[in-house]
């Protein structure tokens, strides 16, 4: 039983061909002597220019330097298969690193994975931070308004930024955003000897320039104004820029809760208004897309503006009147109508995307709209309930409920 668990196990590292090698800013010195030898043995080592620098003296193979696109890389990659390949990363190849991207194409058991303490673990050493209570999001060339939801008192986050400018405009963004009073760190080239740690009020740092590898940090503080992104659903109306075409709170928080979304679904909100389903379906898990289909030019921009006000900006904004613009779009999980149902063969072809076991939600509020809702819903089942909300409002020297305009939501399920 021995020897068989022996000979699986050098079955296992001959199929082993690709090695990634996550190395720090203290270069060789912070290698195990399995990790050199990865190097060492290598035919071909792919890395940044800054990667193959730093390991120069123990490569012995030729050297890529990554292209552009990337995406070439993999190609190149792959077609090495029958030679020891070795890939230089930053720190933990699987955090934020290129291993998750090779992983995607080639199989774990085919490669073998030397790690190096990440720039966020070794930023939380450096403050002190326990990492597992720390937010930590990687801005390396994604939009810094990704960090807009993670700002509420008394968080702490760890920012992976792009290039040395990065930490100024981190720090305009959470002052603009009324969080300027966050105590600011800056820590840049870590584990090397180039490595330097600065900390600031974040309204105080200026237009100052930082290495371009570097982490902020932030200890978030609100003043009196500060712009907090609630962590549940129905948020205000007034967070969202509209023109009075939105789905209102409450019934938006009954809306999510019709929606359901499920890790990794993407969302059509057709109609879109003011983006406000797809902006919150968004904000409820990393893994989500969303495409928000509206026919109005400003309506379209505004769209735009909420989803990167509201921190979610990847949210994909089509400008074009359904059904005609669903034409070519990636599939989705859930669709929701939020404006336009009536229009000839939009219903219709909602119903047509969706794959087997896809939600369609629904929302009227015009008679027509409600005829045709109900419709559907005797055609295809699924349920129809209505969304009556009521406001406390002055009658005279006295108070009363005015109710608003009833919505007739049909949930459905493709069978």
Not at 8 to 34: F, K, N
Not at 42 to 64: D, K, M, W
Not at 298 to 306: F, L, S, V, W
Request: glycine content about 10%.
């Amino acid at each position: 039983m021995t020897s068989s668990r022996a000979f699986c196990s050098q079955a296992e590292t001959s199929r082993r061909w690709l090695a990634i090698v996550g190395i720090g800013e203290d270069g060789m010195a912070g290698l195990s002597e399995e990790a050199r030898r990865a190097i060492a043995d290598a035919e071909v080592v792919f890395g940044g220019a800054r990667h193959l620098e730093l390991a120069a003296g123990q490569i012995s193979g030729e050297t890529r330097q990554w292209p552009s696109p990337f995406a070439k890389a993999v190609d190149e990659i792959e077609a090495l298969r029958s030679k020891n390949v070795c890939v230089l990363a930053s720190g933990d190849p699987f955090h934020f690193g290129v291993g998750a991207t090779l992983a995607r194409r080639i199989p774990a058991d085919e490669m073998r994975v030397f790690s190096a303490p990440s720039s966020f673990a070794l930023a939380a050493a450096r403050l002190g931070w326990p990492l597992q209570s720390v937010e930590t999001v990687s801005l390396h060339g994604r939009p810094i308004a990704l960090i807009r939801p993670l700002l509420h008192p008394g968080a702490r986050i760890l920012a992976l930024t792009s290039d040395g400018a990065a930490p100024a405009a981190i720090a305009e963004l959470i002052t603009a955003e009324g969080f300027g009073p966050s105590p600011f760190h800056v820590l840049e080239a870590l584990g090397g000897p180039r490595e330097r740690h600065v900390s600031f009020m974040a309204s105080a740092l200026s237009a100052e320039s930082f290495d371009d590898l570097n982490v902020v940090a932030i200890e978030v503080v609100a003043d009196e104004d500060a712009h907090i992104l609630p962590l549940g659903t129905g948020l205000e109306d007034g967070l969202f820029e509209h023109d009075g075409q939105i789905t209102k709170s409450e019934v938006r928080a009954v809306t999510l809760s019709a929606l359901a979304p499920k890790r990794g679904e993407r969302l059509w909100d057709i109609g879109a208004g003011s983006g406000s389903i797809s902006i919150e379906w968004l904000r409820q898990h990393s893994s989500l897309s969303a495409i928000a289909i509206e026919a109005d030019e400003e309506r379209a921009a505004r769209i735009a503006r909420n989803a990167e006000r509201m921190g979610v900006p990847q949210l994909t904004v089509v400008e074009g009147k359904a059904p005609a613009a669903l034409a070519g779009l990636a599939v989705p999980d859930v669709v929701f109508v939020g404006g336009g149902a009536t229009a000839p063969g939009l219903m219709d072809a909602a119903i047509a995307a969706l794959g087997t076991g896809g939600r369609l939600v629904a929302n009227g509020v015009t008679l027509q709209t409600q005829a045709l809702l109900i419709d559907c819903h005797g055609r295809h089942g699924g349920e129809l309930i209505e969304i009556a909300i009521a406001r406390a409002a002055p009658v005279g020297g006295m108070t009363a409920l005015r109710p608003a305009m009833p919505v007739l939501q049909w949930r459905w399920r493709k069978p």
